[in-house]
């Protein structure tokens, strides 16, 4: 169904129908309670009749409107009064007709209830009140009131010709009203699909641009747009990345393939050989940590992360640990500083992870003789994570840019320029982030920030 026949349906066709409804309804009452009126004023004039119908000369029946002095005023609508006989004859009427001989009744009320009823004579529609009436010498008599009610047929049907009339001026109304609001949605909702066409074609800028209006469909499309933006952000961000990983790739490749076709080219000896493997060992080692680098990166964006209490300082030196090798090798020691227990809500394997970067780092860069500093401590409910070496430093116009995958400050180029982005996708996984503080002296200071409770669940 379209959408302008919908709103056409229930905004407008829905709604007339329910109020025409309504109206019959309301018009059958209206007419009921008119009735009611009738039959009130009716019973309130036959109760008077009936207590003065003998008060006169004779204790004969007379009718007192006859001789009221506001009958002539109120001939053209006061109810027709008769009055019958114990045979059945009228004897009486008001308005006074010519003989009341001839009008007889064929049955007398065999009760003293009063009787209510609509009786149609010719084209008039009467209701009747028919009441019996025992004068004080024991006789019987019938008084009956009729009203006409052709002044409440024409009231009904004034009612039923202006409410109905009104309904259908107010079915145009909305009517109009929908088609107005059908054509506004179906151009916004054809800038929408012309906007998700847009992104499903990959176009992710120069999308069409959107209304003015304020409202659930703009704020669809703004998400939409938002949405936009980041895919394209993301996808920008993947092919950088890929084209610096495919170049990191290729060069210790390129290197491997150099040793490889030196050692075929010519005869070398024991030494020359030894050499060259160590060479390229060094280069798969590159490799390998270079594609395990990749591998964390790719699988931070995947899925969701079991959490649970670990202990930041068990971790740290679990760190350190493993790293004593290296670091012995390099004459540097490695410290602890941290409180016992300190828990923490986080992915433990993650966090290890990227401590192990941060460890790595400060060993590429530490001298020998010198001291690297593993720290943790909490602050307004964040446990902040530093790992502090004294080597040259970070200048302060690369401690931003060093997060970035591939990204590398120090001239030599060592490294392949992931170990910082993973510390960093770690941190904004788990709700924190990491940045370069301002160390107290020589060397480089880069921290981690986790919170306590762990990354938001929402």
Known sequence: MRLAVRLWLLGAGVPVLGVVLALLLAGQLFEAYLERVVDDALLSQAAAEAVSLFDGPGGEPHLHMEDSPLSDLVRSFAPVAEVYGPDGRRVLAFPPT??????????????????????REGDTLLRR???????????????????SLAWEETAVR????????????????????????????????????????????????????????????AEVEAALREAAKRLSSAREAQEQLIARAAHELRTPLALMRTQLDLALWKER???????????????????????????DLASFGRGTWEVKPEDLRVLLEDASAAARAQAEEQGVWVTVEAPEPARCVLHAS???????????????????GTEIT?????????????????????????????????????????????????????ARRHGGHAYVAEPQGPGAEVVMELPEVGPATN
């Open 374 to 426: 593993m720290h943790a401590e909490r602050h307004d409910g964040m446990w902040r994570l530093t790992v502090r070496d004294r080597g040259p430093g970070i200048p302060p116009e690369h401690r931003e840019k060093v997060f970035a995958p591939f990204y590398r400050a120090e001239p030599s180029g060592r490294g392949a320029g992931l170990g910082l982005a993973v510390v960093q996708e770690v």
């Open 158 to 217: 004034a009612f039923h010709g202006i409410t109905l009339g009104l309904a259908g001026l107010l079915g145009l109304v909305f009517f109009g009203l929908q088609t107005w609001q059908a054509r506004w949605l179906e151009r916004r909702l054809a800038e929408l699909r012309g906007l998700i066409t847009h992104l499903r074609e990959g176009l992710w800028s120069g999308a069409p641009a959107g209304g003015t209006a304020r409202d659930e469909v």
């Open 269 to 295: 000896s024991g030494a020359e050989l030894r050499e060259s493997l160590e060479e390229t060992r060094r280069e798969v080692e590159r490799l390998s940590i270079l594609a395990g680098n990749l591998l």
């Open 98 to 119: 010519a003989d009341t001989s001839r009008a007889r009744l064929q049955r007398l009320p065999d009760t003293d209830a009063p009787r209510l009823e609509t009786v």
């Open 350 to 368: 993650s966090v290890r992870q990227a401590v192990d970067n941060l460890l790595a780092n400060a060993l590429r860069f530490a001298p020998g």
């Open 129 to 147: 009140a028919t009441v019996r009436v025992v004068s004080p010498r024991g006789v019987p008599y019938v008084l009956r009131l009729s009203a």
